[in-house]
């Protein structure tokens, strides 16, 4: 069955990577399109004047950003009520429903709504972040690397200014800062957040309707999903008070009615060059891709134990399909000879016209051969890294890993330590470490032991990094040994381990500890070593290559996706697809005729309320709606508004044709998928019983 859905996805995506290049063809490389993930000190004043007469005013571009939100479970959301209500999706959701869910109440199945606040559910480890500044200091971090530097002290002394800024920022506005490279290099800002741990549960729906058509309907179009949660922000022990926020519209959007997407795409690989994309075919993509086959596997056999094994393995199954079927849609993508050859003869022109200019080609034109020749290293150990890093794939060698790097990096002043042990990120690392979600023993033997007989498989026994962790032992015996044994399931042994420093580390016979302890001479030598022969290299390229993109070009392009603050516009509209044409949204009616095509089995299958309830919903009420606006992943939980900065939409997926988007944007047929702002009023009120929330939401 597998083989026949990656054949026909293949066959789908190379269809239109064939149409899709030969427009391409045809216009130049920066074009009037709804294209781009732009950051908000470099809106897309331009196009937007010029195709849609509309300017967007400093005032407006501040109040979407402040009532904007990032989810650091990986998504977006944005707050809604002047009570700090926040909506982002229920797969975004999912993780933290998880967590708080009991064989008893399993929230992910039967949904949640609290009817007062004192219903509502601290989540456990959920941070939302809140952009409030952003600065360029580009000069700072270009700055510190002097002349006559190696590339290695280069890459040093830029990592210390970034660490300092950030301590600084912090410092002086108590603001979480995070100094983020765009343009592969070519900016440096400094972006301040507004960070938010006490978050409750609100409510959130089954997710039989949030994720309603199963893997089967997931990155296509038309779609009925009612993929959205609500929880609320405390400051102070109170719901937080702002007057940020966006005005809900309960009428939604009209077809090719201008709309924006405000939130935080993960990553795009746009402005990579050919020989990154050819390593990422050769070797990251069918490579992690048969690592989630092997996970899925696993955990599928876990699952089938029982119903509690099935309920605690959801979510990462649910996560591990979705990259399945997204990662094998760019796969095929990358796998098209139209659109490598595309690329190719893009940067061709690009180095053509820099090597044509004595200045350009002094200063950046040897980038991408500095690349290409770093991209051969990097092949060389790859697949023995990753098979190593498997081996260690249990949560709990995760959590003594970091302990363990903990205690050794506070010792150093903060400008030697590495990233992640800084200063101005340990509140971030010691909230994640002291997590009271619950780790479930059972299920990560299961893919502890897996994965660690897959290292086995391809590296042998005897490597001497396997033999650190086997001890003699085969894969599933160490693995049992060492859930039984170990301790780290308990917060409070965490605590003690952090606060004990490098003492309690040392001192520590927990087998996790030991391994973290025994593999970190490894561990460091192997970062130290991707710094030196990587890193170094790489970053002043791709610096070099940004800065002659800047000079060619100029700034009227938009960087890849950072999981930072961006903002799309495009319109509600269809798309032509499979010699037909998709609507711009669908509706009630269609959510029953669907369900009923499929004989209500399955993941078509309703939840009873949707029958029992039937006769009060106003069918025509659109559920679904796709828009033009450019996303990615990242971009689940963004509020997609109007002109006036009215909500009339939640980002939710993408269609199948956009899976190319990582590479190429196609204005003909990529599509944003969004649930419709009526669809959520209509359901609150007539299916959940929660007129109350409808009404906060409306400012009723």
Not at 163 to 182: F, N, R, W
Request: proline letters at 4%; a neutral charge.
């Amino acid at each position: 069955m597998a083989q026949i859905w990656i054949l026909t996805i293949r066959r789908y995506v190379l269809r239109k990577l064939i149409s899709l290049f030969l427009a391409l063809a045809l216009i130049p490389a920066l074009v009037l399109a709804d294209e781009g993930m732009w950051t908000f000190d470099n809106p897309p004043v331009k196009p937007l004047k010029e195709k849609y007469n509309f300017t967007p005013t400093q005032e407006w571009l501040d109040h979407v950003r402040l009532s904007s939100v990032r989810f650091n479970d990986g998504g977006s959301g944005s707050f809604i009520s002047p009570q700090g209500l926040t909506m982002t999706n229920h797969h975004v959701a999912l993780g933290q429903l998880q967590k708080m869910s009991t064989p008893e109440k399993n929230y992910v199945a039967t949904g949640f709504y609290a009817a007062t606040p004192d219903q509502e559910v601290n989540c456990p480890d959920l941070e939302l972040y809140v952009l409030q500044e952003l600065e360029n200091v580009t000069t700072r971090v270009q700055g510190a690397v002097v002349a006559g530097l190696k590339p290695e002290q280069a890459l040093k002394a830029r990592e210390k200014e970034i660490a300092a800024i950030e301590q600084e920022y912090k410092d002086k506005t108590g603001l979480k800062c995070e100094v983020v490279s765009l343009y592969h290099g070519g900016e440096y800002w400094a972006y301040q957040y507004k960070r938010y741990t006490d978050v409750r549960l609100v409510m959130a729906p089954e997710q039989k309707i949030a994720f309603w058509g199963g893997d089967a309907d997931n990155f296509t179009f038309p779609r009925y999903d009612l993929d959205m949660a609500f929880f609320r922000v405390y400051e102070n022990g109170q719901p937080l008070s702002t007057t940020h926020y966006l005005k809900w519209n309960a009428k939604g959007v009209e077809e090719n009615e201008l709309v924006f997407v405000s939130g935080h795409p993960g990553s795009t690989n746009r402005l990579n060059t050919y020989s990154q994309l050819l390593r990422q075919r050769d070797f990251l993509y069918p490579h992690r891709l048969a690592m989630i086959d092997k996970q899925l596997e696993i955990l599928r056999a876990y699952s089938s134990r029982g119903p509690e094994q099935a309920r605690r393995a959801a979510r990462s199954i649910f996560g591990l399909e979705n990259s399945r079927k997204a990662l094998g849609g760019e796969y095929q993508g990358l796998l098209n000879e139209k659109l490598m050859a595309k690329v190719k003869a893009q940067e061709d022109a690009f180095r053509k016209k820099v090597n044509e200019n004595p200045q350009w080609k002094k200063e950046y034109g040897d980038g991408w051969d500095i690349i290409a020749k770093v991209i051969k290293k990097q092949n060389k150990n790859a697949e023995q890294n990753s098979y190593r890093g498997m081996a260690t794939s249990s949560r709990f060698a995760g959590i003594a890993n970091q302990i363990v790097f903990y205690a050794a990096e506070v010792k150093k002043p903060d400008s030697e330590r590495l990233s992640g042990y800084h200063d101005s990120q340990l509140e971030q690392l010691k909230f994640r470490l002291f997590s009271p979600a619950p780790i479930y023993k059972d299920l990560d033997e299961a893919t502890f032991s897996g994965m660690l007989q897959l290292a086995v498989e391809k590296l042998g026994a005897e490597d001497p990094y396997l033999q650190k962790v086997l001890k003699g032992r085969s894969a599933a015996q160490a693995a049992k040994e060492m859930i039984e044994a170990t301790t780290l399931d308990q917060v409070d042994v965490r605590k003690a381990l952090i606060e004990g420093g490098s003492e309690a580390v040392a001192r520590s016979t927990d087998p996790f500890i030991v391994l973290a302890r025994e593999l970190e001479p490894e561990q460091r030598r192997r970062i130290e070593e991707d710094k030196k022969n990587t890193q170094s290299l790489l970053v002043p390229a791709t610096e070099k290559i940004a800065r002659a993109r800047f000079a060619v070009y100029g700034k009227e392009s938009y960087p890849d996706a950072t999981f930072t603050l961006r903002l799309s516009y495009g319109t509600a509209t269809g798309y032509p697809m499979n010699g037909t044409k998709a609507p711009y949204k669908t509706t009630l009616y269609g959510l029953y005729d669907r369900s009923l095509s499929f004989d209500q089995q399955g993941d078509y299958a309703l939840p009873s309320r949707f029958w029992e309830r039937k006769s009060q919903l106003d069918l025509a009420t659109p559920a679904n709606f796709a828009s033009s606006t450019d996303i990615i992943g990242g971009n689940s939980g963004s509020p997609v508004i109007n002109r006036n900065a009215e909500l009339v939409g939640l980002i939710f997926d993408g269609n199948i044709e956009s899976l190319v988007g990582r590479f190429v944007y196609d204005e003909t047929s990529n599509r944003a998928v969004a649930v419709h702002s009526a669809f959520m009023i209509e359901a609150l009120r007539k299916l959940y019983d929660a007129g109350k929330l409808a009404d906060e939401i409306l400012g009723e």
